[in-house]
Structure formats: structure tokens, C-alpha cells
């Protein structure tokens, strides 16, 4: 087991696996079990590729080898940065078989993002794109490298330029490997983070096989299930809730598209017959938009999956009438614990609440302040722990003091009430982050960077609410001098290598930060004064 991963006490884990949530079993039996089962039935569908359940077994074992003679082994950690094609999944399988460990990173993710998970988890290799959105992934990989002493393979799908190409690496299968252990960590995955550094979420096969084995169950997939893949399947979300691990789980074709606009999506839902598919709620807006004005054959859709971050009651009652299907809310995250509404609850429970735990061993408290539970209904700090969430982040014992009880609850920094039925109902957030349209950015990871800027006295980033995101970021910053522009500061973080969606949507200069009564920065009246500027300005 990788060290530096806090795990479940024993007492827990025993009863996880006598209960029958953890199986025992691995990813790389699972791919192989599943390729016994459903031989030649599609798997993978990618534009014009189809890929079989026996052929990606194969594929990943000819992978498992090449990686191996590279000198990739059991543990090392492997930066994945990949866009939704099929070779995600075979580096997956492949990571997994050798019990070397996925590190995953988003699409967006920049040269800040990259170096530092690439330095803090120690990775070996990096595996990306050649180009894709308009960028060049290899130029990243440059400065990456040069970088971090660690990183001795860059591995590209497509044109490799100075590196070594993915498609070079599938050799016969010599090697007889020893696989992992079902309670090994299987990969990290980066947290939407509340700090100024991201934290790695350590998950295990039988953690996150559990969580695939609920969500296929709850979200009724089987061999007919055609998921369409349309966010990034980096992301907690869409690769496991149930996404397209669950689908794979279940024996069901996953569909991957490039992007989520409806030009592509539609036509490619009724092309291919999907089923079900996962969005955030500014692409469901959209969707519904298009779809109002479009009328796309979209009769094979059963189920839209909408979640990420929070959805209008108004937006979540369009989607029936307009697009035909169900709309399931999900409200998860990647430190674990995933809700749904089940897809045959009432339409109330369905437009105005966030789902119920998928599984019954996951415990909830809605506590105060001072960790007190509160009354149902009432709103207060959500508190969970149970099979599939974990215990602490990888290599942060500081911070996992903070972030969990001394009982083991994750405090998951959102604010709900739970209702008589067990359904939560999200109302909002305590922790010091902000969610543009399922995007999450650390506020304080966008701080210290600005504070950086040699013109930046002092910085305080909070959110402010927007009609479409959701929410959108502003910075509110006490300059040196009244030179500074937004121009400057956003040219300054994309030099710096920041992921775009983490670059401030506005900036107000500021002289002094309204305090708390103890003296902090108070956040709260910052919020409100960027509140009533927006509304003086629409109203002007
Ligand atoms: C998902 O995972 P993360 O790790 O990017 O973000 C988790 C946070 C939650 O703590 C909550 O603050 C917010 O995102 N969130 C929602 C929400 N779903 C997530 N807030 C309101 N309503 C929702 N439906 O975002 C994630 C992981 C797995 C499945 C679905 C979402």
C-alpha cells in the first residue's frame, strides 16, 4: 500500500467486506471478467472507433507490457492528462493491471497545476495529447519536465514530437505481473480543493468498484446502456457516477465526445442511440435552449444526469417537457460520497432535492457549528463517512486534521438539510471555494498566486452569483499604486501557468477589506458589496 494514504480503521473495513460492499476484486479482473462475458459486444465508441470488450482487454494487456519494459512499476504514480478518447481507458486498465497509479489531471490543467502534482506525487511519467482544443500538450510536457527531476517519460497519444509515442507501446505480452491488491490504492484524483495547494484524493479498487457496483444499480444500467461521455472524463463524475467506468461495470457501450456543444451532441445521441448521459447544469441550459428551438430526435435518451453543482428548480423542471427524458440531480464529489434522485421519485423530489445517498452504509450528519447534530430539516455543515469515502487526502496530515472528524467524517464544506426521506437538499457552501458551473476553484490557491504580482498589496477572492455559471469569480485586490489593471492581473496568471478557468472573471480594486469582529477579512461583506455593484450596474 502506498504510504502516506490514511485508510479505513480496521473494525470498518471488516465490516465493508463481510456486508458485501467491498468484493475483493480489481480493476484489471474486472476489465478481464467483463471481456470473458461480453467478448466482441462494443465497449468504446469513439468517432468512427469501435472498440470490443475482448479487444480492450487485449489492447491494455499489450499496454501493461509496454509500460512495463519502459520501466513503469507497481506504485509509481503516472500523470494522466488525456481528453475523452479511448486511450484514457487503456492507460487506465493498463495503470491498474501494473498497480501503478493514475495520477489524474483535467484537460485544462496548465503548467501550475501539472508541475505541482507532478512534484508533490513524485510521478514518473506523464501521458498526454499531442494537440488538442487548440493546444499543444508537448509544450507543456517541456516545461513540465524541465521542472520536475522525477518525471523521466513523456507519452503522447498522436504525434509525439521529442517524446515516445502511446502507440509504440503495444508489445506482445511476456511478463507474468503480479496484480494489486483489491484494498491497494488504485489511482488519485485531484480534490476541487479549499486550499492554496490541491490535495490528492487516494481511492482503492474496492472503494471505487463499490461506488461503480451502486451507481450502475441505482441508475438501472445494464448491457443495453449507451453512455455518452461528454465532460471530461478525468473527473470524478463523469469516469464513475456511474460514467464510464459504471458503464463498462455493467456490460453497456460507452459513447466519448470532444465537446459538449448540442451541434455535436445531438446528433450524436440519436447516431448512436444513447441512453443516458451526464452534464453540469450550464451545459443542461444550454441543451435546453438549443433543444427548445432545434427539436432533435432524441427519443432514445432515458436519462439526463445533471450535477457538478447546484440546479435551479426552474432549469430542473424544463427537462422533461423539453428533452423527453428523466432528469436524475446528482450531487457527489471526490472524496466519495455520490447522491442521487432515483429515476422513479416523484418529480417533486426530483426538480428539488439533491438526491440520497447510493449507498446505505453511507452515514450522514447535518451538524452545527459546533458539531452538534441538528433537527431534520434544518439547514447545518454536512458531515459523511462510509465505504467509499475517504478517511484523508494523500500526504497532508495537517490538513486532514481540518478536513475530518476524529471519528473519521469527511467535512465535505457544504451546507444542507436532509429530509424525512434521507434526500438532501443543498443550500449553499462554507468552504472557501468557489463553483463556476461545476468548476471548482480554491480561493486561496487563486490568491496566493496574485499576491505574487509585484503591484498586489493584499487579495481576497470570493464569488459572485452569475445567471449562467452558477457563480463566477472576483477578486477583489488592494493594489501598491493605481496602475494596476484586470488586464495586467490576467495576463500575469496565464503567464503563470494557471488553468483559465481559475483566471478571475473580475477584479475590483479596492483601498481597505471590510473586517470581521475578530479582525479577518470579512468575505461575506465582500460578496455582498460585489452583489449590490452588479445589480446598481444591470439596473443602470
Ligand atoms: C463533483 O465533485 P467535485 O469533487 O468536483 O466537487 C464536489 C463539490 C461538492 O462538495 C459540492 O460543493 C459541489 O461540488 N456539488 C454540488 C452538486 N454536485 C457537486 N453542489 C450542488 N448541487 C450538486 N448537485 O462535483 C461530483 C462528483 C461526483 C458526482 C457528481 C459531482
Keep these: 500500500m502506498l504510504s502516506g494514504c490514511p485508510t479505513w480503521p480496521m473494525a470498518f473495513a471488516e465490516q465493508y467486506q463481510n456486508d458485501g460492499c467491498w468484493l475483493g476484486e480489481t480493476f484489471g479482473e474486472l476489465l478481464r471478467q467483463r471481456a470473458t462475458t461480453y467478448g466482441e459486444e462494443i465497449a468504446i465508441v469513439s468517432g468512427e472507433r469501435r472498440i470490443s470488450y475482448a479487444e480492450l482487454d487485449a489492447r491494455v494487456d499489450r499496454l501493461v507490457q ?12 503516472v500523470i494522466v492528462q488525456l481528453p475523452n478518447l479511448p486511450e484514457f481507458l487503456e492507460v487506465c486498465f493498463a495503470l491498474f493491471r501494473l498497480g501503478a497509479l493514475p495520477v489524474f ?37 517541456l516545461q513540465v519536465k524541465a521542472n520536475v527531476p522525477t518525471l523521466q517519460h513523456v507519452i503522447v497519444v498522436g504525434k509525439p514530437g521529442p517524446f515516445i509515442s502511446l502507440s509504440d507501446m503495444y508489445t506482445e505480452p511476456v511478463s507474468q505481473l503480479r496484480e494489486p491488491s483489491p484494498s491497494d490504492i488504485a489511482f488519485l484524483q485531484l480534490s476541487g480543493g479549499t486550499t492554496g495547494l490541491p490535495k490528492l484524493i487516494p481511492r482503492t479498487h474496492d472503494d471505487y468498484i463499490y461506488s461503480l457496483r451502486m451507481s450502475a444499480e441505482i441508475c438501472l444500467l445494464d448491457e443495453n446502456t449507451v453512455y455518452l461521455a461528454v465532460l471530461p472524463i478525468a473527473h470524478n463524475y463523469p469516469l464513475s457516477s456511474p460514467g464510464v467506468l459504471g458503464t463498462l461495470y455493467a ?41 427548445g428551438s432545434r427539436c432533435p430526435n432524441l427519443t432514445s435518451l432515458q436519462v439526463l444526469q445533471v450535477g457538478g453543482a447546484k440546479l435551479s428548480a426552474e432549469v430542473a423542471r424544463r427537462v422533461r417537457s423539453t428533452l423527453g427524458c428523466t432528469l436524475q440531480q446528482v450531487f457527489g464529489m471526490a472524496e466519495g460520497l455520490v447522491n442521487y434522485t432515483r429515476l422513479d421519485d416523484p418529480e417533486d423530489i426530483i426538480v428539488n432535492t439533491q438526491g440520497g445517498p447510493m449507498s446505505p452504509y453511507d452515514e450522514i450528519r447535518i451538524v452545527d457549528d459546533e458539531d452538534n447534530d441538528v433537527e431534520l430539516g434544518i439547514v447545518g455543515h454536512l458531515l459523511t463517512r462510509g465505504p467509499y469515502t475517504i478517511r484523508g487526502y494523500y500526504k497532508a496530515e495537517e490538513h486532514n486534521a481540518k478536513s475530518f472528524t476524529t471519528d473519521g467524517f469527511y ?3 457544504d451546507l444542507a438539510s436532509l429530509n424525512s426521506s434521507g434526500y438532501l437538499v443543498v443550500e449553499g457552501r462554507d468552504k472557501d471555494q468557489i463553483n463556476r458551473g461545476g468548476d471548482k476553484v480554491a480561493a486561496e490557491e487563486l490568491e496566493n498566486h496574485i499576491l505574487a504580482h509585484p503591484g498586489v498589496h493584499d487579495v481576497a477572492v470570493v464569488a459572485m452569483p452569475d445567471e449562467f455559471l452558477g457563480e463566477r469569480t472576483c477578486a477583489f485586490i488592494i493594489p501598491h499604486d493605481s496602475s494596476l489593471t484586470f488586464a495586467e492581473v490576467k495576463v500575469f496568471l496565464r503567464e503563470r501557468g494557471l488553468a483559465s478557468y481559475k483566471i478571475p472573471d473580475r477584479v475590483e480594486f479596492i483601498d481597505t477589506f471590510p473586517k470581521t469582529k475578530v479582525g479577518k477579512v470579512s468575505k461575506k461583506t465582500l460578496r455582498e458589496i460585489i452583489i449590490q455593484k452588479l445589480s446598481s450596474l444591470s439596473n443602470s
Design 105 to 141: 489531471a483535467l484537460p485544462l490543467h496548465r503548467k501550475s497545476e501539472i508541475t505541482y502534482i507532478s512534484e508533490f506525487s513524485e510521478a514518473v511519467a506523464y501521458i498526454i495529447a499531442d494537440v488538442d482544443s487548440g493546444f499543444d500538450y508537448r509544450e507543456l510536457a
Design 251 to 291: 456490460g453497456g457501450r460507452v459513447v466519448l465526445a470532444r465537446g459538449a456543444s448540442p451541434d455535436e451532441v445531438f446528433p450524436l445521441i440519436s447516431k448512436e442511440q444513447v441512453t443516458i448521459t451526464a452534464v453540469v447544469p450550464p451545459v443542461a441550459l444550454i441543451w435546453l435552449d438549443a433543444a
Design 66 to 77: 509496454g509500460l512495463y519494459d519502459l520501466g513503469i512499476q507497481a506504485q509509481d504514480r
Design 411 to 413: 467535512r465535505t464544506g
